[in-house]
């Protein structure tokens, strides 16, 4: 099972960009790298996904290395809104090319006015 | 569609009653997903189904736990008999799955159900 590796908490201010990384060493090669965002008393919702270089969509952007070991999620100019816990995920690389979605810990942000 | 529909929203029980959850999933999607949340451990998988039939069953706690697919458009968790440390917020999610699995599609999650065993 590929596992991922992030911070537990970071703080930010409004307006600032704030970059979330995540490890994942043994990511397989099908694996997607996808992140959630979860809000209190919500269910996770997708934010952004990707296999390799850059990806980007209207409200964040996802760099991945070319080794794919690690992704960095990028939220520019935070909102005290943003306020959540975001989800770095990884298929697991079963072989069938049947995956599960797993979660880690996550990394909850709080963004100060 | 009006996303994934969990009910009920709050339920709360006595120890050793029989608990029933309920999940309508996003019509057409072939994958369904069960969860739980707690604060001590996060996020689990507890089972998933693929087209109806359960796929991995491996997150489920106990034999106290079941789930059920009966078709597409609806699944059930069954706790029987509840204990206090079920309690929980548990998320039904359902995807669509592309060609290459289901670790590169997007999952939707329902509101959750709150559930309290006293």
């Known amino acids: ?113 | 569609d009006a996303g994934v529909i969990q009910s009920p929203r709050h339920e709360v029980t006595e120890m050793g009653q029989e608990v029933t959850l309920r999940c309508k999933p996003i019509s057409g999607h072939d994958y369904l997903f069960w969860y739980r949340q707690t604060m001590m451990r996060g996020l689990e998988l507890l089972i998933y189904f693929n087209n109806n039939v359960p796929i991995d069953d491996s997150g489920m706690p106990e034999d106290r736990f079941s789930a059920k697919m009966p078709n597409a458009s609806f699944s059930t968790l069954k706790i029987q008999p509840s204990e206090p440390r079920d309690s929980a917020v548990y998320f039904c999610a359902s995807s669509l799955a592309s060609g290459q699995g289901i670790s590169n599609t997007e999952a939707f999650f329902g509101q959750g159900t709150r559930l309290t065993v006293v």
């Open chain 1, 1 to 113: 099972l590929a596992k991922t590796t992030q911070p537990i908490s970071m703080d930010s201010y409004e307006g600032q960009e704030v970059n979330i990384t995540c490890s994942h060493n043994n990511i397989a090669t099908n694996d997607y790298i996808t992140w959630y965002q979860q809000f209190p008393s919500q269910g996770p919702r997708f934010i952004i996904q990707g296999y390799k270089t850059k990806v980007t969509n209207e409200v964040a952007s996802l760099f991945i290395p070319a080794d794919r070991k690690s992704s960095t999620l990028s939220l520019p100019r935070v909102s005290l809104s943003d306020t959540a816990v975001y989800y770095c995920l990884v298929g697991d690389g079963a072989n069938s090319g049947y995956s599960t979605l797993t979660f880690g810990k996550g990394t909850m942000l709080l963004v100060s006015p």
